[in-house]
Nanobody, 118 residues
């Protein structure tokens, strides 16, 4: 059974930065396209970044140029560096792999809360 553990969230002022991590266990991590998602209060979960193996990346327009996704296959970990944060980035952030039809492959972890506020 795959387990995902996200960490690194917190409270940051607009314009600030945060670095998120997501560690996976119980799977052959390197074969999967990995993604970061977020869910703001009252909104649907949305995918914000993906990374293949090797590291071809793709970003939602809302985060392009500000967020950077990366991965360390040896550590079974995917990262999200978030810069120039905006209040609208406030959400719970999750990672997952892309399964058939680009649907999330595994059960969700607990997520990590990111709050951007002055």
């Amino acid at each position: 059974q795959v387990q995902l553990v996200e960490s690194g969230g917190g409270l940051v002022q607009p314009g600030g930065s945060l670095s998120l991590s997501c560690a996976a266990s119980g799977t052959i991590f390197s074969i999967y396209v990995m993604a970061w998602y977020r869910q703001a209060p009252g909104k649907q979960r949305e995918r914000v970044a993906t990374i293949t193996n090797p590291a071809t990346t793709n970003y939602a327009d809302s985060v392009k140029g500000r967020f950077t996704i990366s991965r360390d296959n040896a550590k079974k970990t995917v990262y999200l560096q978030m810069n120039s944060l905006k209040p609208e980035d406030t959400a719970v952030y999750y990672c997952n792999a892309l399964g058939p039809g680009a649907a999330p492959a595994w059960s969700w972890g607990q997520g990590t809360q990111v709050t951007v506020s002055s």
